[in-house]
């Protein structure tokens, strides 16, 4: 028996392809991070992971405690770390007891973090996060610098790293300026006697914008799972798609030309067609949009656009599934966890017929979509756009 109506399937050549075009542009000496957070972008953490591991992937990256704790529990080797600080100490506690790598944001992250793992006689390894302009979490210059002030304990603590995140890595200026504040304040801590190791700075875009940035450790996500950044930038890798996602048509029936579809009947067949049923939703992603203010007023025309080409119904802005080699549009309102895809009524497909999802696209931090293009086998090309996620493109 299939246990499964939807699952996402891994095609480890293709990740293991992603690593070696991330890692050929690497210097020997670069450590690469790989970020897997949020379920390694929604494709499955545990799994990549495990992928990556056994290629020689030995340092990884996620946001929370939950998502470390659970490749810990799974048996997961790697090295992991935070990505972003730990709010109790009921959380420190956790977090160092399985050894897992801190990010330090703030004095009140050090003082816990010393003082914990003192207490429970646990070398933690840390790095610390530099704010230099994203306008998240980390040191201010001046704070970083009273921590060499502090009286606490720090025989357990390893400061091993030292961190920023960039906040537009398209603009060279931004970035350069985020950059100079960054090495600024490595060097007034170096002068005062706190050498760090491994300094990081790079994401996708930076890692493949700015190599002078590659740094110590390069932090990586998007490129790994096969996906460009949006916007301009070099296309010089040669990325595969590892993960599908797929389902399987879990009802079939035939409707009239002019039957309606959905909640507040929205879409009216035009011919006799059949209507599968897929067991996927808007909980699952599919149709769902980040709904984040547009970045500027070209940006939200693009976006007016987008809403106004679906509207019309335009092939290429419907979310299309591919089901024996076809591609068919959802159609009407998108359920909770079910959608409705309209196939021709002479194509044949059967309930339990596998149909594969788009989820092939990356979200900008400008929130625009990248309709990612795939050949479907008469050789057109067909967009496929649907499935996104609600965590940030970097
Ligand atoms: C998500 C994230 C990354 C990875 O970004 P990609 O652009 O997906 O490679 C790196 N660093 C931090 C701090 C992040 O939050």
Redesign the pocket.
């Given at each position: 028996m299939t246990r499964y109506n939807k699952w996402i399937e891994i095609d480890l050549d293709a990740l293991k392809n992603n690593l070696q075009q991330v890692r050929a542009c690497l210097e020997d000496r670069v450590r690469l991070?790989a970020?897997i957070?949020n379920n390694a972008?929604g494709h499955g953490a545990l799994e990549s992971a495990h992928i990556l591991y056994q290629n020689g992937v030995d340092f990884f990256?996620v946001?929370y405690l939950e998502e470390a704790l659970e490749l810990k529990q799974s048996g997961f080797k790697g090295r992991i770390m935070l990505?972003a600080p730990l709010w109790n100490e009921g959380e420190y506690t956790e977090a160092i007891k399985n050894n897992i790598t801190l990010t330090i944001a703030s004095l009140k992250d050090w003082e816990k973090a010393c003082h914990l793992s003192a207490r429970l006689h646990m070398l933690t390894a840390v790095h610390l996060k530099i704010e230099t302009g994203l306008g998240r979490f980390g040191f201010s210059r001046e704070e970083v610098l009273k921590l060499l002030k502090e009286p606490y304990d720090r025989e357990y603590i390893y400061i091993e790293g030292i961190?920023t995140?960039m906040a537009q890595a398209h603009n060279e200026n931004y970035t350069q300026k985020q950059f100079s504040l960054f090495e600024h304040i490595c060097i007034e801590l170096e002068e005062a006697g706190l050498r760090i190791p491994v300094k990081h700075c790079?994401?996708?875009?930076v890692?493949i914008k700015y190599p002078h940035l590659h740094l110590d450790a390069v932090?990586?996500?998007?490129?790994?799972?096969g996906q460009y950044?949006a916007g301009k930038l070099p296309h010089f890798l040669e990325l595969q798609d590892p993960y599908k996602y797929k389902c399987r048509i879990i009802s079939l029936k035939n409707l009239k030309k002019g039957s309606k579809l959905g909640y507040n009947s929205t879409y009216k067949i035009k011919s006799d067609a059949r209507i599968a049923v897929i067991p996927v939703g808007y909980c699952d992603g599919l149709a769902l949009e980040v709904g984040n203010p547009p970045s500027g007023f070209a940006d939200m025309l693009k976006l007016l656009g987008k809403i106004v080409f679906r509207y019309l119904n335009i092939p290429r802005f419907n979310f299309n599934v591919k089901i024996r080699g076809q591609y068919f549009p959802v159609q009407g309102k998108v359920f909770m966890q079910m959608a409705l895809v309209e196939i021709p009524k002479k194509v044949f497909v059967q309930v339990g017929d596998e149909v594969e999802l788009p989820i092939k696209k990356t979200l900008t931090a400008k929130n625009e979509l990248r309709l990612y293009t795939s050949e479907n086998e008469a050789g057109k090309k067909s967009h496929g756009a649907g499935v996104t996620y609600l965590?940030?493109?970097?």
């Open positions: 991070i970020v957070k972008y990256a946001s990505l961190y995140h790079a994401n996708s875009t890692f932090r990586i996500g998007t490129l790994l799972t950044p965590t940030e493109g970097e």
